[in-house]
């Protein structure tokens, strides 16, 4: 042992272990930062990854260090810049060096040794570029050229693309990676969810039929996912495409990293070590010199405000692609419509009369409904009973297709009862509507319509998703109804009209970003229609609400973003709400509602009272109880991000103390800068 040499290695260890930092362990051989190895855990053998920090230079006396059992030798080592990226993730996000590190691999890395992954090397020679002729590159607008050359001249701040739906920003991120790729680059484009990343690689292949084009996301099989990573990693892809996951992706050649749809919550991560995506991204830039193109036609207020600050160059396209002016957007006000549509049907009449246009002229009309299901809950008329989740504190959803109650937190599925189980009564009806209702309702009110509904429930089958946009896009649908899915990134050429069915609940909400992420929702479900500038000038966008007075509908009506933020910036700077202070929440879950706070409480008291941060009294989530598990949560606040960061580091360490007082916890969690409170 005299003449091994000691290893730092990190190892993904669960959380509760209080193990944040690096293990020592000894090897005949120096091993170099990056390189996965096979290391003793307790009784386990578990992959780890030797770590740039140092380890101590022996071990205390009568500790005897375990040896390294194997290294993945075939594999070139992850880039320090990597390393670097995953420690800061580690240290901001409050989690251990080595969950981070190990998460962000591919599962089926871990598993592999150096025999298995020398035959996986050998099968990457099987991913080829798509090939055919290089397509001729359309001419740019003026806007466009504007924004690629204020864009080249930014130097190392990055960007923020603001450009209207439906002007041309796919178009700009093709030339920046087409730049990229001239000077010998990777270029990575993240995506905010798997369905917009099939026909974005399309895009890339046709404009690059002569460049290894890579996908990563959660929709891939293992094998996919770890060939596409190698692909990568060895510098063999060119473009890398992905969801949150891919911010991660170790590239030897990194020259671009773009960020369609900057704004979408889908980029912050909601388990294990929740980052956001696209802030690392960002950070990514900085650290490896690599240009970032953020792009948004609803910025998320947090860039638009570095944005004002000058630390984001801001490139502006408020323009159409051919002249096409913007749909027109029309409240209906349900104050103002008979009783039984505004509250029955969901149908107002100038809504049906406007579905009923676009069918007679042969043209496709969208209906949004943020909610799937066919009812959010079944009422007993008798007794009042209602379908609430025995094993959380929400209701289970009516699901008309299968005939079944569904809670959509914990997934809890029965039958529905022939009867009220309280009191017998064979006379239970559903209350509210959600997409399933709605294309039934319409059915109804347009018999000739062909109908076509996109949700989680219709695309949950492989390839699904594909099948029915491909439907859509071939002019075999009247009239699609969807979620929040089909709102962003589809091109729909015939699609005229737009028609929001129940937007106002956010308005109210008790989550501060509600407003923020309504007016998002909107305005990118908009862009859906009149994208054919042959047909915008017939594009309409129909908004039915009780409050069509309210200022956010107002600035929907002139398609006025900046109106908006200005105005949401100014009442977060008047409540001192980010991106004007900055949040922590500390979540507990335990077997009832009072251990949950309790723990909490004493998470507080060991905090004292620090300069600069606030920790508010704990209170119950949202949606208290999941799968018979007690939720509450701890509000910290800052008008420092450093002086949060530094509070953060020196308590969270010693809450792993409190875990050992508090019986009834069965596990807590920090979120640094969440989104949803």
Known sequence: MSQDLILAVVVDAPQHSALRGVLSYRSPKAWPPGTLVRVPLGRRAVCGLVWPQPAQEAPDPGVALRPVMSALETLPPLPAAWCELVAFAAGYYQRSLGEVALAALPPELRRLDDRQLALRLRRLERLRPTGGAVPAVPEPTAEQVAALQAWREAGPRPALLFGSTGSGKTEVYLRAVADALAAGRQALVLVPEINLTPQLEQRFAERFPDRLIVSLHSGLTPAQRLRHWLAAHLGRADIVLGTRMAVFTPLPRPGLIVVDEEHDPSYKSQEGARYSARDLAVYRGRLEDCPVLLASATPSLESWHQAERGRYVRLTMPSRIGGAALPAVRLIDLNHVPRSAAHHEALSPPL??????????????????????????????????????????????FHRADRSLRCHHCGFTERVPRACPDCGNPDIRPVGRGTERLEEQLAQALPAARLARIDADTTRAKGALQARLA???????????????????????????????????????????????????????????????????????LVQTWHPTHPLYQALRAHDYEAFAASQLAERAMAGLPPHAHLALLRSEARSQEAAQAWLEAAAGLAGDPEGVTIYPPVPMGVPRVANVERAQMLVESASRPLLQRFLAQWCPRLHELRGEHKGLLRWAVDVDPLAI
């Open 352 to 397: 049906l009369d406007a579905l009923a246009q676009r069918l007679a002229r042969g043209e496709q009309s969208l209906v949004l409904l943020n909610r799937r299901g066919y009812a959010p809950v079944l009422h007993c008329l008798a007794c009042g009973w209602k379908s609430g989740c025995p094993h959380c504190s929400a209701w289970r959803v």
């Open 471 to 541: 439907s859509v896009h071939a002019g075999e649908v009247d009239i699609l109804v969807g979620t929040q899915m089909v709102a962003k990134g589809h091109d729909f050429r015939r699609m005229t009209l737009v028609a929001v069915v129940n937007p106002d609940a956010a308005l109210f909400s008790s989550d501060f970003r509600a407003g923020e992420r309504l007016f998002a929702l909107l305005m990118q479900a908009a862009g859906r229609a009149g994208r054919d500038a042959a047909q915008a000038a017939r594009a309409e966008v």
